[in-house]
């Protein structure tokens, strides 16, 4: 069966430090994967997502990057991270017309 | 205005009522997903829904695709539910998913 694993849950970083979030998925090949951010009081954008390796589209320009080296992992990154940069992130894999998978989530403060 | 608009913001309630969460949304879907955020963070995915009614547990999710509508309900409430519940479609055009803003919900003892 399909699963999709996330991590750090949770993480504190200091401004100017890098960031790096992982996503995996088990159980499938050649997924499209997702990378979404909830800001406080809004509802989740998509931030970047991945048809294959090393293909990646961003959707909103921003302090932040993603790669996909491996079929199945997707990662988050970033070189230098901003206050703003503080929320949730969260991993999704999209099947088909109607399934998504979904990562535990991470919340990310940044101090 | 949001494609997907989820009522109430906020609920409150006590223990053992019957709750209800709404998510309206003004596009074509393929699909329909309600998820839980926990108060630490985690996400739990409930119940995916592409016509009908779902039930688990306490927890019934039902979705009239001529209203664009679709809502969640809880019986006999529990302060363990307490949490952000989401809503999410996956939209038929492109089959991307769009996310409502979530209800947060408090149950009291």
């Known amino acids: 069966s399909q699963t999709i694993h996330q991590w750090p849950a949770t993480l504190v970083q200091p401004v100017g430090s890098p960031l790096s979030l992982e996503c995996t998925v088990e159980?499938?090949?050649?997924?499209?994967l997702y990378w979404y951010r909830q800001a406080a009081g809004r509802g989740l954008q998509l931030l970047f997502y991945?048809?294959?390796?090393?293909?990646i589209s961003s959707e909103v320009p921003q302090n932040l990057s993603a790669s996909r080296p491996q079929d199945r992992q997707f990662i988050l990154s970033s070189k230098k991270l901003l206050l703003s940069d503080s929320g949730f992130y969260l991993c999704?894999?999209?099947?088909?017309?109607?399934?998504?998978?979904f990562g535990q989530g991470t919340r990310l403060t940044v101090v | 205005k949001n494609e997907v608009e989820q009522s109430p913001q906020n609920l409150t309630a006590q223990e053992g009522e019957f709750i209800t969460i709404n998510c309206s949304y003004s596009?074509?879907?393929?699909?329909l997903h309600w998820l839980q955020q926990h108060p630490g963070g985690g996400i739990v995915s409930l119940f995916m829904l592409s016509s009908g009614k779902k039930k688990h547990g306490r927890l019934i999710a039902t979705i009239n695709i001529q209203e664009k509508h679709s809502s969640l309900h809880i019986t006999a409430s529990h302060p363990r539910d307490s949490a952000v519940y989401i809503c999410?479609?996956?939209?038929?055009?492109?089959?991307?998913?769009?996310w409502g803003a979530g209800t947060k919900l408090i149950i009291k003892p």
């Open positions: 159980g499938t090949s050649n997924p499209n």
């Open positions: 999704a894999y999209l099947t088909g017309v109607t399934e998504a998978f």
């Open positions: 991945s048809v294959g390796i090393g293909q």
């Open positions: 999410a479609v996956r939209v038929h055009s492109n089959y991307q998913l769009i």
């Open positions: 596009v074509g879907i393929s699909a």
